[in-house]
């Protein structure tokens, strides 16, 4: 058997001088890498909306934490921070139907964006997830994030950073 490496538990020194690591420490490893978040049946919290480059996209203190988006297989439901809102999704991948945690593109149809009883920066971010909200995305992550972008050819195209 090996010695102990003194302060490093769960490792040992085989016989022939090499680490041996043992089930806890590849557990521990495991650990260490997260899988990101499903697409569907997670609650993303909306964090930035962009516009352009020239506006600000975090959402206001007052409405950090209560914009949220969740995605169905099929539906869309969430609040803009002023007023709820539901509609209907289509996932793609290359144009191709598929399950939402294979997609890289949504498509959101039939939305329905209750009117909104807000002002100021809050009725802002609001206005502009409702112009947004109807239409293509490309999908993409960014470490846990969700990153929605405009279809377009447009270098900044608006998008939505959602994080679960």
Same mark, same amino acid.
């Given at each position: $058997?090996?010695?102990?490496l003194p302060g490093v538990p769960a490792m040992t020194v085989c016989?022939?001088?090499?680490?041996?690591?043992?089930?806890?420490?590849?557990?521990?490893?495991?650990?260490?890498?997260?899988?990101?978040?499903? *697409?569907?049946?997670?609650?993303?919290?909306?964090?930035?909306?962009?516009?352009?480059?020239?506006?600000?996209?975090?959402?206001?203190?007052s409405v950090a934490g209560t914009a949220t988006m969740v995605f169905?297989?099929?539906?869309?439901?969430?609040?803009?921070?002023?007023?709820?809102?539901?509609?209907? *999704?289509?996932?793609?991948?290359?144009?191709?139907?598929?399950?939402?945690? &294979?997609?890289?593109?949504?498509?959101?149809?039939? $939305?329905?964006?209750? &009117?909104?009883?807000?002002?100021?920066? &809050?009725?802002?971010?609001?206005d502009a997830l409702a112009d947004m909200l109807h239409g293509g995305?490309? $999908?993409?992550?960014?470490? &846990?994030?969700?990153?929605?972008?405009?279809?377009?050819?447009?270098?900044?195209?608006?998008?939505?950073?959602?994080?679960?």
């Amino acid at each position: $058997m090996g010695a102990q490496l003194p302060g490093v538990p769960a490792m040992t020194v085989c016989r022939t001088g090499f680490l041996c690591c043992t089930v806890a420490f590849t557990t521990a490893l495991a650990g260490c890498s997260a899988a990101q978040p499903e *697409v569907i049946n997670s609650t993303w919290q909306i964090t930035n909306v962009y516009t352009n480059p020239e506006t600000p996209s975090g959402l206001p203190d007052s409405v950090a934490g209560t914009a949220t988006m969740v995605f169905g297989d099929s539906t869309v439901a969430g609040f803009t921070g002023c007023a709820p809102f539901q509609g209907r *999704v289509s996932f793609t991948k290359d144009g191709a139907a598929v399950k939402p945690s &294979e997609a890289n593109h949504v498509e959101f149809h039939d $939305m329905e964006i209750h &009117e909104a009883d807000c002002t100021g920066k &809050e009725r802002f971010f609001h206005d502009a997830l409702a112009d947004m909200l109807h239409g293509g995305f490309s $999908m993409s992550r960014d470490g &846990e994030d969700l990153i929605l972008t405009t279809d377009g050819e447009d270098v900044d195209r608006p998008g939505i950073r959602l994080v679960d």
